[in-house]
């Protein structure tokens, strides 16, 4: 297969002795075809269905992956298929499960008994950990993700034992501030992405209640501080978990664990949404294990990790977020998670 004008994917393994990132060449018409793949130093929890979104993180020609069975955090420079280590820095905690990366910035998101966020800076070819940027989430949270909002002021958790969204104000020097705790409109949220001009769209998976899957919406009016603007629309699915925004920022894409579907939802101007397709995209029907999923650097396609039958779907994107099935690529132990993509 031709790698011309195309993209690659990238995934990490979370195998429990050696954890690797597993590269596939996306060619011009959107198809996968497995590379290689490079290990990360560390080690991965070896267990099926890492809960988090983000365990993988591109940014430019840097990648993150976190190990999270030796507390790491791993850093890459790609090329293509060429994957590079540059450092591996200890999480600043224990379970090491989501990243955010913001220009130099970068908090790791670790899950162990005692939850908390780690802040680093990225110093050349370093990850270098700043002093007091730690912040503990609290006994009994169960984080799922961290991101920075596009502006870099604000950065997000979801927490599904509280329902919450927890927000951090970031200052100057990259440190993150006292949290605010805002309520979420929905049961358990999980994954989330951030639209450019400040929205927030949450899924959540409704405490793996069958069909009782729902997204809301919030926007950003200020560091730290949101605003709901639609709360908990259904979807009919089970176990909402992922969220990635469409390129125009007009369809956002949701992987629902529970049966192997995508559903997609239309977002309006001021940030309202409502359900598109309960079933825009099937995987492997009826059966659990659709996780992580990524859009292409362009937006033309979509690629989403159904972790149970370690294989990668791809779809291409049309008009209003309408998914055209590309097939799928196989190769992945049933330990798979976090998804990259250029």
């Known amino acids: 297969m031709s790698n011309q004008d195309g993209g690659f994917v990238y995934v990490q393994t979370n195998d429990a002795d050696h954890n690797e990132v597993v590269v596939f060449a996306r060619s011009a018409d959107g198809e996968l075809e497995r590379r290689g793949s490079h290990r990360t130093g560390g080690k991965g929890s070896g267990a099926p269905h890492l809960p988090s979104q983000s365990s993988v993180v591109l940014d430019g020609d840097r990648l993150f992956v976190t190990n999270a069975g030796t507390d790491e955090v791993t850093l890459f420079r790609i090329d293509g ?6 450092d591996r820095a200890s999480s600043g905690g224990s379970t090491p499960r989501s990243v955010a990366v913001h220009g130099r910035r970068v908090y790791v998101l670790n899950t162990g008994d005692e939850p908390n966020l780690a802040g680093f800076s990225v110093d050349g070819r370093r990850l270098v950990a700043v002093e007091g940027s730690s912040r503990a989430l609290g006994a009994g949270s169960d984080p799922a993700q961290v ?7 604000t950065l997000l958790v979801t927490d599904r034992a509280s329902d919450s969204i927890y927000a951090f ?57 949101l605003a709901p603007v639609s709360g908990a629309v259904g979807s009919t699915r089970s176990e909402v978990c992922w969220a990635a925004i469409s390129k125009d920022g007009r369809t956002v894409f949701v992987t629902n664990f529970g049966d192997g ?20 995209a099937t995987t ?59």
Do not use: C
């Open 261 to 280: 579907t995508i559903s997609t939802y239309a977002i309006g101007d001021d940030g309202s949404i409502e359900l598109r397709e309960a079933v825009a």
């Open 81 to 86: 298929e060429h994957v590079v280590p540059l």
């Open 284 to 342: 492997v029907d009826g059966e659990p294990g659709l996780r992580d999923e990524a859009l292409s650097s362009d937006g033309r396609y979509l690629y989403a990790l159904h972790a149970d039958t370690g294989r990668v779907f791809g779809w291409q994107v049309g008009e209003d977020g309408k998914l055209d099935a590309l097939g799928s690529a196989n190769g992945l132990p049933l330990t798979a998670a976090g998804l990259a993509a250029t």
């Open 147 to 153: 991101a920075f909002t596009p502006d870099g002021r």
């Open 169 to 225: 104000a970031v200052d100057g020097d990259g440190r993150v501030q006292e949290q605010v705790t805002h309520r979420s409109s929905g049961a358990t949220p999980y994954g989330f992405d951030v639209r450019a001009d400040g929205v927030l769209i949450v899924t959540e998976a409704a405490g793996a209640q069958v069909g009782k899957a729902s997204a809301s919406s919030y926007k950003l009016e200020g560091p730290a501080m």
